[in-house]
């Protein structure tokens, strides 16, 4: 049976992204701190078509992260920085013509817009009616494989206030962002029962990975 999996990287104050995002700065002012453990490593630059790279601890949990993935749920802001109606169809993601999903994509949106298939198998779908169509749809297209919850933090704390959420596996990043995009913003006490079942030190961030009851 398909699960619906978080994984994400979130400062030590909560905040998936910082302030300001924009073309220009997609992740926000400081946002890119974030993922300063992500980007030597070995599967990252593979994912992005390049040599090279390093091993650390992160790499084990960047692996177990794509294992069994079927399809991907995120919300418009992820995907770019378009705001109100398409003016066209000229925007077509941050990650070029091959971006490193090769699997199919849902976009939660308020503007319908038709797929978009893009090089090595990703497909944006665009759902205007909702996290639980969105969910429906990545679990077909899935064929029982699970599903990455990709952000960005709205429509992440959409899916765990309805708790639709299955597993969470946070990278903790040491850095403080003090605004921005905050992670399980709005969620009331007790809307989660959450058991950890691993933990990684790594290079510059600390990986914790719970199920949700």
Do not use: C
């Not at 418009?76 to 971006?99: A, K, L, Y």
């Not at 992440?156 to 850095?175: G, H």
């Amino acid at each position: 049976m398909s699960k619906l999996r978080l994984s994400i990287t979130m400062s030590l104050d909560g905040y998936v992204a910082g302030p300001d995002q924009s073309e220009e700065n997609p992740l926000g002012t400081g946002g890119m701190q974030l993922h300063e453990w992500f980007f030597p490593l070995k599967a990252f630059r593979e994912m992005h078509g390049e040599d090279g790279g390093e091993v650390n601890a992160s790499s084990g949990v960047v692996e177990e992260r794509r294992e069994n993935i079927g399809a991907t749920i995120m919300g418009r802001n992820m995907f770019g920085p378009v705001r109100g109606p398409w003016p066209d169809e000229s925007w077509r993601g941050w990650w070029g013509d091959d971006p490193p999903y090769h699997h199919p994509v849902f976009v939660l949106t308020h503007h319908a817009r038709d797929p978009l298939e893009m090089t090595g198998g990703t497909t944006f779908h665009f759902v205007t009616d909702g996290i639980e169509s969105a969910l429906s749809q990545a679990k077909d297209a899935a064929q029982e494989r699970d599903i990455w919850l990709a952000g960005g933090a709205s429509v992440v704390n959409q899916y765990l206030a309805a708790r639709l959420v299955d597993e969470i596996d946070i990278s903790i990043a040491p850095v403080i962002l003090g605004s921005g995009a905050r992670l399980f913003a709005g969620l009331q006490r007790d809307t989660l029962k959450l058991r950890q079942i691993r933990a990684v030190d790594a290079p510059g961030v600390t990986h914790i990975k719970f199920q949700v009851g």
